[in-house]
């Protein structure tokens, strides 16, 4: 299995971005998806999107389209996530995930990068 | 894209089963044979217990299964054990739009 690390917690105040990175262990970019999912305190699940390993590289969730932004440096198998607009209902843990292309599940999570937003 | 429909909770004493219903539309689990399950223990990441509605993922225990039926799914954990007192999660592929997952269920083994 993929082992995924994230980066530390965030502290950002309302208004600004933030960007979370994700570093695969053994990731070599053709055989496995990213996803990203969050999960404010106390509630459930939320799926953010995906950056795919191979054709159109990613598909963002409706209610984050235009906010949302999905990117991927090769040369380290990082992938990033960047959230702008911030504000406090965006409080959440952010978790990275892979999908072996096509498979339509998430088998490895990341340990989870919480993101506070408070002025 | 809403969010899948679970109970919000579900409890059974040990040895007994707990079966929690994931309702979603003809645009995602009706559609599409890409039902996952996720167990979530407070303060870890959530873990992968079933995947295409009933397959399980080499390690986890056959108590664990999954079924559909139109467009709800269905966990079943039998023989509950004191260990699988945790959060769970359905997931579905929902085509163009992604992927949507469910309001979450508690079990609590009594």
């Known amino acids: 299995q993929v082992q995924l690390v994230q980066s530390g917690a965030e502290v950002k105040k309302p208004g600004a971005s933030v960007k979370v990175s994700c570093k695969a262990s053994?990731?070599?970019?053709?055989?496995?998806?990213i996803h990203w999912v969050r999960q404010a305190p106390g509630h459930g699940l939320e799926w953010l999107g995906i950056?795919?390993?191979?054709?159109?590289?990613?598909v963002y969730a409706q209610n984050f389209q235009g906010r949302v932004t999905m990117t991927r440096d090769t040369s380290t198998s990082t992938v990033y996530m960047e959230l702008s607009s911030l504000g406090s209902e965006d409080t959440a843990v952010y978790y990275c995930a892979t999908e072996m292309a096509s498979a339509y599940y998430f088998d490895s999570w990341g340990q989870g990068t919480l993101v506070t937003v408070s002025s | 894209q809403s969010a899948l429909t679970q109970p919000p909770s579900a409890s059974g004493s040990p040895g007994q089963s707990v079966t929690i219903s994931c309702t979603g539309t003809?645009?995602?689990?009706?559609?599409?044979?890409?039902v996952s399950w996720y167990q979530q223990h407070p303060g870890k990441a959530p873990k992968l217990i079933i995947y295409e509605v009933s397959k399980r993922p080499s390690g986890v225990p056959d108590r664990f299964s999954g079924s559909k039926s139109g467009n709800t799914a269905s966990l079943t954990v039998s023989g509950l054990q004191a260990e699988d007192e945790a959060d769970y999660y359905c997931n579905s592929y929902a085509g163009n739009t992604g992927f949507v997952f469910g309001t979450g269920t508690k079990v609590t083994v009594l």
């Open positions: 003809s645009s995602d689990v009706g559609a599409y044979n890409y």
């Open positions: 053994e990731y070599t970019f053709t055989g496995y998806h």
């Open positions: 950056f795919k390993s191979t054709g159109v590289r990613t």
